[in-house]
């Protein structure tokens, strides 16, 4: 279960979040909503470690990430939480392979062990043919898929997913919301950040963020 504490975190000009209590079960498929400004991409990177709150604390069972050092937190992230984003962050002259090979690579997982591991991901999200390509030469869409099958390729308990429709068209962000789903369906716990309502009634629980504050939270 994650547990956030009283998380706060202000920036010179604003406070994105105002002492925000929330806890998130494993194995649910969570969206997180609100506008622009709201908060919800700030609560994002400090669930995943990504940034630092001002006051709090976040919790992974009884584990606190704030009273991690560095080197533990990037190996905590690694081997327990999965990314995917707007923006892909694809390495543009890697191939398909290489880009999803990344996370092994840096979890020291040994070369014989990670083919299987990798090719296993591309297969479930269909691109197992693209697997030579460069990801330069991708559409959007393989794009997308391409990222999470990156953040599965280590078999993380948590993914979490900002807007990661945001850039597609109406097919391809179908194609994302159905792997996201399967996720879930696997027993991973799935947080998506997005403004598409749509998007957000296909998940378990919907939680609305204004001005740094939950002010809804919605089971289904």
């Not at 068209?169 to 919301?177: K, L, P, S, Y």
């Amino acid at each position: 279960m994650i547990t956030v504490k009283q998380i706060s975190r202000s920036y010179p000009h604003c406070e994105a979040l105002k002492e925000t209590d929330l806890q998130i079960q494993d194995g649910t498929f969570t969206a997180i909503v609100g506008r622009s400004g709201s908060g919800k991409s700030t609560l994002l990177r400090i669930l995943g470690g990504l940034d630092s709150p001002t006051s709090g604390e976040v919790f992974y069972d009884d584990i606190s990430l704030q009273k991690m050092s560095e080197v533990q937190l990037a190996a905590f992230r690694n081997q327990h939480i999965g990314f995917v984003f707007q923006q892909f962050f694809l390495e543009p002259q890697y191939t398909v392979y290489q880009n999803v090979e990344m996370p092994l690579i840096i979890g020291a997982v040994p070369k014989r062990e990670r083919r299987s591991l990798v090719e296993k991901q591309l297969a479930a999200v269909g691109l197992l043919h693209k697997k030579n390509a460069l990801a330069s030469s991708l559409s959007g869409g393989e794009k997308q898929r391409t990222a999470i099958a990156r953040a599965m390729v280590c078999d993380p308990p948590v993914i979490l997913a900002d807007e990661p429709c945001g850039s597609l068209d109406t097919e391809n962000g179908a194609i994302v919301m159905q792997l996201l789903r399967a996720m879930a369906g696997q027993g991973k716990t799935v947080i998506l950040i997005t403004h598409n309502r749509e998007d957000a009634a296909k998940t378990d629980r919907i939680i609305t963020l204004e001005d740094g504050q939950v002010i809804d939270d919605a089971t289904f």
